[in-house]
């Protein structure tokens, strides 16, 4: 059966690019014929191309969609299922397009799923008339193939959408489900860390698991009853088994598991829904399968996760002490690491204490909450290069796409730990430069008497953390530096050729046997010896 071909027409672009974009037609057996954003155009596009659906604004200039489509039937074009859509909810243009056969007519705004339900349910009609035109032996040979898609793709919008109690019974009939029409539990089956080993197969490695998997669960039930498994997402199935009883879900659940673990050597953590009678209440039963394999979240994987368990917990908000949470920014804005560290880990710990776990969304958007805190902190003082990490980071912790509480909680320390790394390197480079600005002070005061307290107030900081920063940063005390520094400078008067007394009073030394003194400490030679081993001896002479 070839494949379903749409024309979109409207005359704002971005409504068609969206529906172009947001929809995976191809996926869904229909094919972009073609679109225009008149109806001029529109119908020159459906006499070339004659699609099978129409899908057009009424109200565009020129030509309306409400023309265009009169226009058409009136023509020789062949029939095709129209879906008018509208931004006015007008009683005149509904009833038109009902006069001309609409398929159907959605009043804007409307979201993709929508306009997805629509043409799918146009496709099945244009299908099922097709069907009917076709030769019997041949349709009946087509319908054989095309099953298993068709009810793959059955079993995906029921477990959505549901069922009318009135259709569900004939649609079975026809799909040739085998499965009893009474009587269901279904089961979200994932396989643990999958997502993450995907990066690294094979197509045909990633193809040949899933295929393993899907084989030995089937394997599995079809001894204790009837059921189908299909996909639903890269590591991910879904299990629709008749069973009554929750007691036989849950061990059938653990015998998947503990067989995918001894054949395929993977772990496999199911969510369990609640069972139900109709194949209309088989939504109900797959959201709450989806809502349990959410709390494996909390776990390391490898679980079987019951909806009737955490169905009767009382509603929990995690909840962590705002004290902790100030405490936290101080540690942040001071560069305190060990302090962070802590803090998140007490956090951590405060949140996850209660005996039954919180709602995993509601759990990630608490560290979010945290990690944002943490991102108004850091992004204070952060350049352009780290504001990208920051807000890449902080988007990744957004989207909450954790499959453990230990991942989560991992980025927020990250964000907290490289916060740190950057406060603490500002503030070294801060230091530096406050200890480079004293040195240049030290070295033009080298002959007055210089004081901790001095140097301190010229850069603004108290004497005893000046005095801690300052031996931080040179390795010496302040007054064993400045020693340095005079000997230094003696050593290049002495070259230069001044006598000793003047480079005694020179560097603020009164007393000449106390500079020579300290001179041949630091230097191991007295002034003249250090002038008459290194430079030229002064013509007058002179003694110690």
């Given at each position: 059966m070839s494949a379903i071909t749409i024309c979109i027409i409207d005359d704002v672009k971005a409504v068609i690019d969206g529906l172009l974009k947001k929809i995976p037609w191809s996926e869904h057996g229909i094919e972009i014929a073609g679109t225009a954003m008149n109806g001029q155009e529109g119908l020159e596009l459906i006499r070339e191309r004659k699609p099978d659906i129409v899908l057009t604004d009424i109200r565009m200039p020129g030509r309306s969609g409400i023309d265009m489509i009169r226009e058409m039937r009136n023509g020789s074009e062949p029939e095709a299922k129209v879906i008018f859509f509208s931004g006015y909810s007008d009683f005149e243009c509904a009833k038109e397009s009902v006069r001309l056969g609409a398929f159907d007519y959605l009043v804007k705004p409307f979201t993709?799923?929508?306009?997805?339900?629509?043409?799918?349910?146009?496709k099945a009609q244009i299908e099922a008339e097709r069907l009917a035109r076709s030769n019997r032996m041949e349709l009946e040979r087509k319908v054989r193939e095309s099953l298993p898609y068709l009810r793959q793709e059955y079993f995906r919008l029921l477990i959505r959408h549901g069922e009318l109690p009135e259709r569900a019974g004939e649609k079975w009939d026809f799909l040739g489900i085998e499965l009893d029409k009474s009587g269901f539990v279904a089961m979200v089956a994932q396989l643990d860390g999958f997502m993450d080993e995907n990066a690294r197969l094979s197509v045909r490695e990633v193809e040949l698991a899933r295929f393993a998997v899907q084989n030995i669960m089937e394997e599995t039930f079809r001894k204790e009853t009837k059921g189908v498994v299909f996909r639903e997402h890269l590591g991910q199935f879904v299990l629709l088994l008749n069973l009554k009883e929750d007691s036989q879900a849950m061990a059938l659940a653990e015998a998947c598991r503990h067989n995918v673990r001894q054949y395929a050597k993977r772990e496999l953590s199911i969510g369990v829904g609640g069972p139900v009678d109709g194949i209309c209440d088989i939504s109900l039963s797959y959201e709450q399968a989806k809502t349990a394999i959410s709390y494996q979240f909390y776990s390391d994987g490898g679980c079987i996760i019951s909806y009737s368990d955490i169905a009767t917990q009382a509603h929990i908000t995690p909840q962590y002490s705002l004290d902790k949470e100030v405490e936290l920014l101080y540690c942040l804005r001071s560069g305190n690491r060990e302090g962070v560290?802590?803090?998140?880990?007490?956090?951590?710990?405060?949140?996850?204490?209660?005996?039954?776990?919180?709602?995993?969304?509601v759990m990630t958007n608490l560290f979010y909450g945290l990690a944002f805190t943490i991102y108004r902190v850091v992004a204070e003082k952060a350049d352009d290069k780290q504001r990208v990490w920051l807000d890449e980071r902080l988007s990744v912790i957004k989207k909450g796409r954790y499959s453990s509480t230990s991942d989560l909680i991992q980025d927020v320390k990250a964000l907290g730990m490289t916060g740190c790394e950057w406060v603490q390197k500002r503030q070294k480079n801060n230091v530096g430069q406050l200890i480079h600005q004293s040195l240049s002070y030290i070295a033009s005061k080298l002959g007055s008497e210089l004081t901790v307290q001095e140097c301190a107030g010229v850069v603004h900081l108290s004497p005893s953390y000046f005095s801690n920063l300052f031996k931080k940063e040179t390795g010496m005390t302040f007054m064993q530096y400045v020693t340095s520094a005079r000997m230094d400078k003696a050593k290049e008067l002495l070259l230069e050729g001044m006598q000793v007394q003047d480079i005694t009073f020179e560097l603020g030394y009164k007393d000449r046997p106390y500079f020579t003194e300290l001179f041949k400490k630091h230097t191991g030679l007295t002034p003249t010896e250090f002038r008459g081993k290194y430079g030229q001896a002064s013509l007058h002479g002179e003694s110690e």
């Open positions: 993709s799923a929508q306009i997805l339900e629509v043409a799918l349910r146009a560290e802590s803090l998140l880990d007490a956090i951590s710990e405060e949140c996850l204490r209660y005996p039954a776990p919180p709602d995993p969304e």
